[in-house]
């Protein structure tokens, strides 16, 4: 700690520091602030933390009980590429005054909790995280939901829709038709300074960056991140999306990481790789299929077994079960296989054992990256405990398969109810070692919950084209 606290001090003089940002995640998802002068930024409250309301966040604390501590993590000091001022951000973990405690219903405090629970039965000690998050830019983004004005509109220079619009310098005619926008160079892709620079901040930011490109719809895009230990990588995917939607303002544009903003496009999914290493060695290779081991084999079984409660974290939005339908690249179906993106679990191909990893692809980007990570490695822990196998690997293409052969296949959740529904029938997986605890899984299901009744209650304009004039 000492150690650390002195590094803290000398960043203060390397850069100049005027500004310490301390940075917590709720459990929606969204990162959360508290700015303090440098000069009140000492040893004392490096170690002790600072005190905040947590009746204020969602789904926390109550009014009568709502003193709540920031512990800074000390090892994730970096310097904010977005601050006028020079400002140090540090990612913290919520405490609980009383106890010292991390807080039941902090999200990093509970994958803390996780990979403790994995060290304890001997399962592993590190495990590898990474995510492919993809997301949408647009020019111009307007909604009502006024009881007699609902309507959203979204548009971008890249859009099919375009190619009649007259613009005051011109139209170029070049525009991204539907699907048609997986890696195209320029002119097409409007996007490549925009992305460029969001690698380039990215990596001033701390966050592995490798590449970037244009995705399968129109105005959607990847950056690539290396893979990291669980928490630095959910600790990077919150920077991630900070530096996507802040680098986009830049340049004018907005950034949107729903997984289906457009409909008859593909949406945004975030596969998740995954491996767990143990005293150095991958275990998750072996020489069974696709060179796995039993291990990684049972780990496969824990999350599909367990997928409908893991859609919960992993999908948690009204939004994502748009983009979890066949015909999109999204895999609805659970089944794993090697290569085959059309199974939920596919087996990247590796060149060697420690590139060996199980890709998990029904995720998508509104997920809590701690909370999703963790009920992932909660359900494959839970495969590897009680050695639930996959069954047989599927290499076919599952969406040309015969439809009575193809009912024979399970499929993640059909929507939020059923993901909030299949969450709260199978918990128990979750809750092993205190992990997730009940009272947490309880208060996410009433948030979520008042989502789902939102969305049911509304009418949506397709209603209207669809019934008015019956």
């Known amino acids: ?30 990162w959360h602030h508290m700015t303090q002068h440098v000069s009140t930024v000492d040893e004392d409250l ?28 000390l090892d994730s000091a970096i310097m904010d590429p977005f601050s006028y001022k020079p400002q140090l951000v540090l990612i913290c973990n919520i405490v609980e005054p ?16 996780a990979l403790a629970y994995m060290g304890k039965q001997g399962v592993g000690d590190t495990a590898y995280f990474g995510p492919e998050a993809e997301f949408f830019m647009f ?13 959203f509109v979204v548009d971008d220079e890249e859009l099919h829709v375009n190619s009649a619009t007259e613009y005051s310098d011109g139209n170029d005619g070049y525009h991204v038709k539907k699907k048609g926008g997986y890696i195209p160079t320029l002119p097409l892709d409007k ?81 998740v790789h995954q491996s767990i290493w ?31 409660a893991i859609n919960a974290f992993t999908n948690p939005s009204t939004n994502s079960y748009k983009r979890l339908v066949p015909g ?65 690997a599927m290499d076919k293409d599952l969406y040309e398969l015969p439809a009575d052969k193809l009912k024979s296949i399970p499929t993640v959740c059909g929507s939020l109810r059923e993901a909030l529904e299949s969450l709260d029938a199978n918990r128990g997986f979750l809750t092993e070692g205190g992990v997730f605890t009940d009272n947490f899984i309880d208060s996410y299901l009433a948030l979520k919950w008042e989502e789902v009744y939102t969305l049911e209650q509304t009418p949506h304009p397709v209603e209207f084209e669809m019934y008015y004039d019956c």
């Open 328 to 392: 999109f690249e999204a895999p609805v179906l659970l089944a794993y296989s090697a290569s085959n993106r059309s199974a939920s679990c596919r087996i990247p191909h590796a060149s060697s054992p420690k590139a060996k990893r199980v890709e998990v692809r029904f995720p998508d980007p509104m997920a809590n990256p701690y909370l999703a990570y963790t009920a992932l490695l909660m359900a494959g822990l839970d495969g590897i405990k009680n050695k639930i196998h996959p069954g047989e």
């Open 98 to 113: 009383s106890t010292g405690q991390g807080y039941e219903r902090d999200p990093r405090s509970i994958a803390k909790r």
């Open 278 to 308: 143990k005293d150095g060695e991958n275990i998750f290779a072996g020489n069974g299929y696709a060179d796995l081991s039993d291990t990684c084999l049972y780990y496969i079984g824990g999350i599909i077994k367990h997928a409908k």
């Open 46 to 73: 490096l170690t002790n933390g600072i005190m905040f309301d947590g009746s204020s966040i969602s789904g926390w604390k109550t009014i009568d009980d709502s003193d709540m501590l920031l512990i800074p993590d």
């Open 191 to 271: 996007a490549v300074e925009i992305r460029a620079e969001m690698v380039t901040t990215g990596l001033e930011f701390g966050i592995p960056m490798e590449k970037h490109h244009h995705e399968v719809a129109s105005a959607q895009h990847e950056l690539g991140v290396k893979f990291l230990t669980l928490v630095e990588c959910a600790d990077n995917m919150q920077k991630y999306k900070h530096v996507v939607q802040n680098v986009a303002q830049q340049f004018g544009k907005t950034a949107t990481f729903m997984p289906k903003p457009v409909y008859g496009d593909n949406g945004s999914g975030m596969h």
């Open 1 to 30: 700690m000492a150690k650390n606290i002195k590094n803290i001090m000398e960043m203060y003089d390397e850069f100049a520091v005027e500004f310490v940002d301390f940075r917590f995640t709720d459990t929606k998802g969204r």
């Open 139 to 151: 020019d111009d983004v307007r909604w009502s939901t006024e009881p007699h004005s609902t309507g």
